[in-house]
């Protein structure tokens, strides 16, 4: 087995390490001991990750002697909620958690953006790590300190920002996914190509069916090379107020498409956003930005692996009115405007402010007419 890969997240006195490798999680004790404030911890996971991997987490903090409790949440994105999250704070001070406890965050993004935001709550702020076990949360959501709830409103748009001690990504435990859940991930992946890395991506149209196939060393270089890239934009933009924004490359129309399937099943966060940024490359090309070679190159890997590229079964009733309307409540309008990132190619995103409504609304409706 190699050896792990240490990405640093340089955030001053908030800097941690993303630990990349496969067998991790039977090592975690070791990595938390050195961090922790008081030798105790809180983990909390979902119904569907605790049955898999909250024994072997356990077995390796009793042999750190780190004391432990397990609160463990509903499966599902119906827990990054208003109850979900006051459930989990009334759990955790029920525990007696100190301000000296750490909590763990064990499972995927719902469970690292909920738990995320319950430390930066209980008792005005404790520590939290980050032990993603999705490859969506291993190379985005569990890095950069971004919590979240979703809202009647729209999704994650009441947080924090606020950074784990620590992220352990075991890429052992992807075995585990279902291969829908592994490839909505996997467009998380891409797209850290196709916003800034050229190079990437051209490694991912070679070694992408790897990375989803189990290979360890191709899967560890995916995850590691998007950590990389993550961690950069974050320590350059903590909070979002500039560069960061590049990291929605397709989420403006991916959350639309969330929030008209309705947050669930139908369609998973990651295949939105691949869809997402379909639509976003086409959109450039359409405004005379992005080559079309480049739109059709995007569109082939995605489609490839067997991500979606267009929108789902059943989209050809909506309206793009309403997908519009959906946009408008993104927590990235500013002034009214909506904020999309587009490309001049392949490795070469950037943020707009200044796509007029009508060719979006154009590029929508041409999309809902293919999709009927």
């Not at 295949?271 to 079309?292: D, K, N, T, W």
Request: charge should be negative; proline fraction near 4%; hydrophobic fraction near 50%.
């Amino acid at each position: 087995m190699s050896e792990p890969t240490v990405v640093p997240v340089a955030l001053g006195e908030r800097s941690y390490d993303v630990v990349v490798g496969a067998g991790l999680l039977g090592e975690a004790g070791a990595y938390l001991k050195p961090l922790l404030r008081l030798p105790r911890v809180a983990v909390v996971c979902d119904a569907t990750v605790a049955p898999l991997h909250l024994a072997p987490l356990q077995a390796s903090l009793d042999a750190a002697a780190i004391r432990h409790d397990a609160v463990t949440v509903p499966a599902g994105e119906a827990s990054k909620s208003w109850d979900g999250l006051s459930a989990l704070l009334n759990d955790l001070l029920d525990l007696g958690i100190e301000r000296g406890t750490t909590l763990v965050a064990l499972g995927g993004g719902v469970i690292g953006d909920l738990t995320g935001l319950a430390a930066s709550l209980a008792l005005r702020g404790v520590d939290f790590v980050q032990i993603p076990t999705t490859l969506l949360a291993q190379v985005d959501s569990s890095v950069g300190g971004k919590t979240g709830i979703n809202t009647r409103h729209g999704k994650n748009l009441v947080g924090t920002f606020h950074q784990p001690r620590l992220v352990l990504a075991d890429t052992a435990v992807l075995d585990t996914l279902p291969r829908r859940e592994l490839l909505a991930g996997y467009a998380e992946v891409v797209k850290y190509g196709l916003l800034g890395d050229a190079a990437f991506f051209a490694w991912l149209e070679g070694h992408g069916a790897a990375v989803i196939a189990g290979d360890e060393a191709a899967r560890a270089h995916a995850v590691a090379e998007s950590c990389r890239a993550k961690a950069a934009i974050v320590a350059a933009d903590e909070r979002e107020a500039g560069q960061r924004a590049l990291l929605n490359l397709g989420h403006t129309f991916g959350h639309a498409l969330e929030a008209e399937t309705g947050y669930g099943a139908a369609l998973l966060h990651g295949e939105a956003v691949a869809i997402g940024m379909c639509l976003a490359f086409a959109l450039s090309a359409q405004l005379g930005l992005c080559p079309e070679a480049d739109v059709a190159r995007a569109r082939r890997h995605l489609a490839g692996v067997g991500l979606p590229t267009d929108l789902p079964h059943g989209a050809g009733d909506w309206t793009s009115a309403r997908l519009l309307d959906h946009m408008r409540h993104d927590k990235k309008v500013r002034d009214g405007r909506l904020t999309f990132v587009l490309a001049r190619g392949i490795g070469d995103a950037f943020v707009s402010r200044d796509v007029p409504a009508p060719a979006v609304a154009g590029l929508l409706d041409g999309a809902i007419a293919n999709a009927a």
